[in-house]
């Protein structure tokens, strides 16, 4: 899709802002920071929390699927990119800077609920500690349907671009790879969900395994503080990938590789994507992924959470499962945002818990490190 296209205004005085049967909608925030704010290290936890705020103004049901729902969430939101200061600790945005910020719905009910809110868009982010005025909206993609999707013409490639950091699990472990199976296993497992068309996941995935091969790739990593809890080791960069000769002799499966390599930009790949993770791009883009350096607060937090979390994880090690890694995770979260003066308060506000269970949390990590010593 040629990038001026990409970058269509919205008009949101107009009736409707796109075709009815829209099923997925893609849009661009240009933000405006009047002043050099500090952003903390989790900020995307703060923007996640703003946007379904929003929502559950006019559509309670809707803000509660989209924040309790056990299976993959239908939308996804990006962190903010632009020209940051790189004169400080911290993550901190310039005065009179416009930043960047995407959204993305994945269901008819999701748009039309992204629709009511545009009719009603505050003139700000209320993003803690650094509210930024939103000066234009626009799209990243145009509007479509899964219907549409699944008629994109095949090519002799597919370039993606991984513009924030992707991770996928493996194994209770993060893999930050661009394998086929993997990414393209995300994509599929979203479009099984959302699309209404469902394709066999064992059948495709082995095909991907025997016939999706890399041509080029640049790609780089980076340990981050993501999601409410815990730490990811993803990449950023760009891939090509090719395919092997007898790959046409499935023309379905031909066809739904390059339909889920446009379905990418919508839906993100890999984890976390509504925290900011994974945001994709189609075509090889470079410039989009150049990974900006990482502030010393958000690596000093993302390798403290690791740490503290392998301990706990030794600790717990008798009870196994997800439940010890995800308490571990939880414990270790605590205590390193404390250590580097964040209170309570906010600590248990971005995790959605209690006050006081994160005061017991951070009492007992404390105790169980001074345990070790």
Not at 20 to 36: H, I, M
Request: contains cysteine; glycine residues 8%.
């Amino acid at each position: 899709m040629p990038r001026a296209a990409q970058e269509t205004e919205l008009d949101l005085s107009a009736k409707t802002l796109w075709p009815a049967p829209t099923e997925l909608v893609s849009l661009r925030f240009d933000l405006v920071a009047e002043a050099a704010y500090e952003l903390y290290p989790q900020y995307t936890i703060g923007l996640h929390a703003w946007f379904l705020q929003q929502i559950q103004e006019f559509d309670s049901a809707l803000s509660a699927q989209l924040h309790d729902g056990e299976t993959d969430k239908a939308f996804n939101i990006s962190g903010l990119s632009g020209q940051f200061s790189t004169q400080s600790r911290s993550l901190q945005l310039q005065s009179g800077k416009t930043y960047q910020w995407y959204v993305n719905g994945l269901t008819k009910p999701v748009v039309k609920g992204l629709a009511q809110w545009l009719k009603h868009l505050p003139e700000v982010v209320a993003l803690k500690n650094a509210p930024l005025i939103i000066r234009r909206v626009s799209f990243a993609q145009a509007p479509t349907t899964y219907a549409k999707l699944a008629t994109v013409e095949p090519g002799r490639s597919l370039s993606l671009t991984f513009v924030s950091p992707t991770s996928f699990r493996r194994k209770g472990h993060h893999l930050p790879l661009p394998w086929p199976r993997n990414v393209f296993h995300s994509y599929l497992r979203r479009w099984n969900e959302f699309a209404n068309r469902p394709v066999d996941q064992d059948s495709f995935l082995d095909w991907v395994d025997d016939y999706v091969v890399f041509q080029r790739h640049e790609l780089a990593s980076e340990k981050i503080a993501a999601g409410k809890r815990g730490s990811v080791t993803g990449f950023t960069g760009a891939v090509i990938y090719g395919l092997g000769r007898k790959a046409a002799d499935n023309p379905d499966f031909l066809q739904l590789f390059y339909t889920l390599g446009h379905y990418g930009p919508y839906c993100g790949t890999g984890h976390k994507t509504t925290f900011g993770l994974g945001q994709t791009r189609l075509g090889w883009h470079l410039s989009l992924a150049e990974p900006q350096a990482v502030p010393a607060a958000q690596r000093l937090l993302a390798d403290r959470i690791d740490e503290l979390t392998t301990y706990f994880v030794n600790q717990k090690k008798r009870t196994g499962g997800h439940r010890a890694q995800d308490s571990a995770e939880t414990w270790a979260t605590v205590l390193a945002r404390r250590e580097l003066g964040d209170s309570l308060q906010a600590i248990a506000a971005d995790l959605g818990i209690p006050y006081e269970t994160a005061k017991t949390y951070s009492k007992l990590a404390r105790r169980a490190v001074r345990g070790d010593a």
